[in-house]
């Protein structure tokens, strides 16, 4: 089955740093990868959709300047949390497909733990 | 279906009881819906899905059912075990774009 792998599992970082978590399609090529954020007993709110080689498209209210996010290629997919501060302490999981959800489902990460202290 | 809860409602199920988790939607332009069952600290899984030209779809202990008319849609557990003990998710594509977006979960408390 399809399989997403997301790294780092958790991390601790000073505020003012940046982070970067890796997102990645194991045995098929994602066209379209997406990031979420989840705060504690909430459900998962979409941050952005990433395509590879274009540009990611934000949701309404995420800095994408705050997020960035690149996918270079159809096996990879990465969001940096830059200047991270306290507020941005979250659960943040990807997701990947390799066509329409429909036909491809989605396939989740096992999510990353950011805590900004 | 759509919106993100301050607090997750709580299902507590005896072991072995059937569980039924509900979920209202609001856009009939939703295309497809699937359900994700999330343990704690991981990513959600997924359980079953459905398009929108269905009303049932059944999988090994769980059963989608999809009402159009009033825009809900359940997910039926039979014979509920302890490891189903999770926050369950229901998901929608289609009414806001090429995108999944998330209800605001249920968790489900299997007791012994």
């Not at chain 1, 990947?96 to 489902?105: C, L, Q």
Request: proline share 3%.
């Amino acid at each position: 089955g399809a399989v997403v792998s997301q790294h780092p599992s958790w991390v601790i970082c000073k505020s003012g740093t940046s982070v970067k978590i890796e997102c990645r399609s194991l045995d098929f090529q994602a066209t379209t990868m997406f990031w979420y954020r989840q705060f504690p007993k909430q459900s998962l709110m979409l941050m952005a959709t990433s395509n590879e080689g274009s540009k990611a498209t934000y949701e309404q209210g995420v800095e994408k300047d705050k997020f960035l996010i690149n996918h270079a290629s159809l096996t990879l997919s990465t969001l940096t949390v830059t200047s991270a501060h306290p507020e941005d302490s979250s659960f943040y999981i990807c997701s990947a497909s390799g066509g329409e959800p429909m036909d491809y489902g989605y396939t989740f990460g096992s999510g990353t733990r950011l805590t900004v202290v | 279906g759509e919106s993100v809860g301050l607090h997750l409602p709580t299902l507590s199920v005896q072991e072995g009881d059937n569980s039924i988790i509900n979920c209202a939607y609001s856009n009939s332009a939703s295309d497809y819906f699937i359900w994700y069952k999330q343990e704690s600290g991981k990513g959600p899984q997924f359980i079953i899905d459905i398009r929108s030209n269905m009303d049932k779809r059944q999988g090994q202990r769980v059963t989608v059912l999809l009402n159009k008319t009033v825009k809900h849609l359940s997910l039926q557990i039979a014979a509920t075990q302890p490891g189903d003990s999770a926050v369950y998710f229901c998901a929608e594509w289609g009414a806001a774009g090429n995108k999944l977006t998330f209800g605001g979960g249920t968790r489900v408390l299997v007791k012994p």
